[in-house]
């Protein structure tokens, strides 16, 4: 459930003094919703997807300007009271802190009607991961894409995801997770499954409600013969039920506006249920979830609170889709008493906000 980003982050390196606005999706504001067995270079026939963007070298951190989705930065900025601010950042570790201050600091600029720039440190990255991530994605002889030893049927490589390895080495814990089994809540076209895939020797159940992404799941399975990933078409919600989805490319979210949207963009019957309920018919062991569904994470946890108690998972849950979700979710599963410790992590991606993360774990 994510949106290819790859012409837009390269439109934004090139023409970097202009900013961009992400647009709503569904009636709401979206996001994007994450290592296979190795396979030596040689056995994939390579040719570059496109000619090399060469990217000047830029000069100070005021030649990039940040993207920003203005609704969701507005409403974190107008709710960033002192005791929401408290509340989340309470028992945060250092960098956490600076990282929502931060996020903070930028959503009250976008009020203002500000223009939002990366700083030097956030320059120097953009810029390696224009050279060696962007730059280095490849099409495959057989139309697949690739990225070093990763391969996608579409060419959707989101630098979370690929690039930052979605922060698994920042986990504390990641060693509990060896021989249980991981959930991986909007599992999209199988990207995230990719990299959670070689730290368990337990299943990974991979739920994307979407039937054309999920064919793409099952395709990413197949050409990558990961055998401890099974594919769910199937959404997690907080009840067992059937719902719909608005499906806009990544950004299909349960939560959408039925009245600001095409009926076309609407697909109906989709089964929902409960971690719960999916783990106690299945008998698992469960060592992390993962969750980016677009607004619907705290359902998702809702459903999810006896597993979360009785076997306290890693946690690494987005926080980003909406105001609600980046204030209120870190309490709530404090409110538990499990003994959760809480980092926030914000990669660095040419967005405000795109991509936060909470990661809880049981140190």
Not at 22 to 46: F, N, T, Y
Not at 71 to 88: C, D, R
Not at 216 to 227: G, M, P, S, V
Request: some cysteine; overall charge positive; proline content about 3%.
């Amino acid at each position: 459930m994510k949106k290819n980003c790859y012409g837009l982050l390269v439109a934004l390196l090139m023409c970097a003094s202009v900013g961009l606005s992400w647009q709503p999706l569904c009636g709401e504001p979206r996001g994007m919703a994450h290592k296979i067995q190795k396979i030596r270079r040689s056995d994939v026939h390579l040719r570059n997807v496109r000619k090399p963007v060469k990217s000047a070298p830029q000069k100070n951190a005021r030649t990039i300007r940040l993207s920003v989705w203005d609704s969701i930065a507005t409403q974190i900025a107008a709710e960033a009271g002192k005791e929401k601010h408290l509340k989340l950042i309470s028992g945060l570790d250092e960098q956490s802190i600076a990282t929502v201050n931060r996020i903070i600091s930028r959503c009250q600029q976008v009020q203002k009607n500000q223009k939002v720039f990366a700083n030097e440190q956030e320059c120097q990255i953009l810029l390696d991961m224009q050279s060696n991530f962007w730059d280095k994605i490849t099409r495959t002889a057989d139309g697949n894409f690739a990225w070093k030893q990763y391969i996608l049927p579409v060419n959707h490589f989101e630098s979370q995801i690929f690039y930052d390895e979605m922060h698994i080495d920042r986990l504390k814990t990641l060693n509990n997770i060896r021989n249980k089994d991981i959930i991986d809540a909007g599992a999209f076209v199988g990207d995230s499954a990719l990299i959670l895939s070689p730290h368990t020797n337990g299943k990974i159940f991979a739920f994307e409600p979407v039937s054309k992404t999920y064919a793409l799941l099952q395709e990413t399975i197949k050409i990558n013969n990961l055998r401890n990933i099974i594919s769910v078409n199937m959404g997690l919600g907080d009840k067992n039920e059937v719902s719909s989805i608005c499906v806009r490319g990544s950004g299909s979210s349960f939560v959408f506006n039925e009245s600001s949207v095409k009926a076309s963009d609407i697909e109906g019957g989709i089964q929902v249920t409960t971690i719960d309920d999916f783990v106690a018919k299945n008998n698992l062991q469960i060592g992390l979830i993962k969750a980016d569904i677009e607004g619907f994470e705290q359902y998702m946890l809702r459903g999810a609170e006896k597993t979360i108690k009785e076997q306290k998972p890693i946690l690494m849950i987005c926080i980003y889709h909406n105001s609600s979700d980046f204030f209120d979710i870190k309490p709530w599963i404090e409110s538990l008493n499990l003994g959760y410790k809480f980092r926030i992590i914000k990669p660095v991606n040419r967005t405000v906000l795109l991509e936060t993360v909470l990661i809880a774990e049981v140190i």
